[in-house]
């Protein structure tokens, strides 16, 4: 059983996705809160496996909330509700820990599909908000920074083989293990086993890091 906590500040929206999860016999919701205050004393009681959060809601919002999560509880994974008028918020998101991001009018195989890849250490991304992320990235300014910190990103670049380096920029492109797999014509544990080292290489924690990380350093 997958424990999940919904976090919306919109009622109608938590018993939406309570009554489609419920279909489900490996998902059990432990809990629901309408912000991130919520959350927090939830989690105090119950652990959650995965965290469907909202964005915008009072007293503390989901970017904020997902930032002390991660900072907190490192192994929670977050999945990010999102609509499309909520762009700016998508790379805050993940620059603070998100595992995922899903539109709020996900079908129920979409959102099942997402915990599961989560707690898979996948990364979902539903095209419409992929091509938001790419937007959003393509329009970061590059920040000058020191010439040590350049040679050092450029050691862990050649730490890398070509195999993995391929990997990488497949993950850069928010495809997931089995869409890797099916490129690379290798197995789904097979490209796993390249990303784990990869993340490793690169002193990183996971997935959302390394797209961040990536684009940072133009892979």
């Known amino acids: 059983m997958i424990k999940v906590v919904i976090v919306d500040d919109q009622e109608i929206v ?108 996948e990364m979902l991304l539903n095209p419409k908000v992929t091509a938001k992320v790419v937007n959003a990235l393509n329009s970061l300014k590059p920040v000058s920074e020191p010439k040590n910190d350049d040679s050092e990103k450029e050691k862990l670049l050649e730490t890398l083989t070509p195999r993995e380096l391929e990997v990488a920029k497949h993950v850069l492109e928010g495809k997931s293990n089995k869409e890797i797999a099916q490129e690379l014509f290798v197995t789904e544990g097979t490209v796993k086993n390249y990303v784990s080292k990869i993340l490793e290489k690169l002193e990183l924690k996971s997935r959302t890091e390394l797209i961040v990380w990536g684009k940072n350093n133009k892979i």
């Open 14 to 121: 938590r018993e939406g996705l309570k009554m489609i999860l419920s279909l489900h016999e490996e998902i059990e919701i432990i809990g629901e809160a309408s912000n991130g205050q919520e959350l927090l004393k939830i989690v105090e009681d119950q652990m959650p496996e995965v965290v469907l959060m909202d964005i915008r809601m009072p007293v503390m919002n989901g970017i904020e909330t997902t930032k002390i999560m991660k900072e907190k509880y490192p192994d929670v994974k977050i999945i990010i509700l999102t609509t499309f008028n909520e762009d700016e918020y998508i790379f805050e998101g993940l620059k603070n820990g998100a595992d995922s991001y899903i539109l709020k009018d996900s079908g129920s195989k979409e959102i099942l599909t997402a915990i599961k890849s989560v707690t898979q250490g």
